[in-house]
């Protein structure tokens, strides 16, 4: 069994920072792509980084030039960081995995979610 576990969320005013933290674990061959993605109320769950096992990284134009998206390939992990928060940042964010497990082919995973809240 594979489980993305996150931490990081909370409650951040509006310029400040956040980071998110994102560990895979279980039975585990290799790790691809892993990102993050948010979703706010009424909204559908977007794109907000994702970063290659290479270190190839994408963003959303939303958020480029304040967030940072990294790995640990080591430790099979991925962080979120995310400076100059904004209102609109708020929502739950999640974390997501293309992951081989041992044996088996590859599959999607996601994190619980986290909670992020920026006030104004």
């Known amino acids: 069994q594979v489980q993305l576990v996150e931490s990081g969320g909370g409650l951040v005013q509006a310029g400040g920072s956040l980071r998110l933290s994102c560990a895979a674990s279980?039975?585990?061959?290799?790790?691809?792509?892993m990102g993050w993605y948010r979703q706010a109320p009424g909204k559908q769950r977007g794109l907000v980084a994702t970063?290659?096992?290479?270190?190839?990284?994408n963003y959303a134009d939303s958020v480029k030039g304040r967030f940072t998206i990294s790995r640990d390939n080591n430790n099979n992990t991925v962080i979120l960081q995310m400076n100059s928060l904004k209102p609109e940042d708020t929502a739950v964010y999640y974390c997501?995995?293309?992951?081989?497990?041992?044996?088996?082919?590859?599959?999607?995973?996601w994190g619980q979610g986290t909670q992020v809240t920026v006030s104004s």
């Open positions: 997501n995995a293309r992951i081989w497990v041992v044996p088996g082919p590859s599959n999607d995973y």
């Open positions: 279980g039975r585990i061959f290799t790790i691809g792509a």
């Open positions: 970063i290659t096992a290479g270190g190839t990284t």
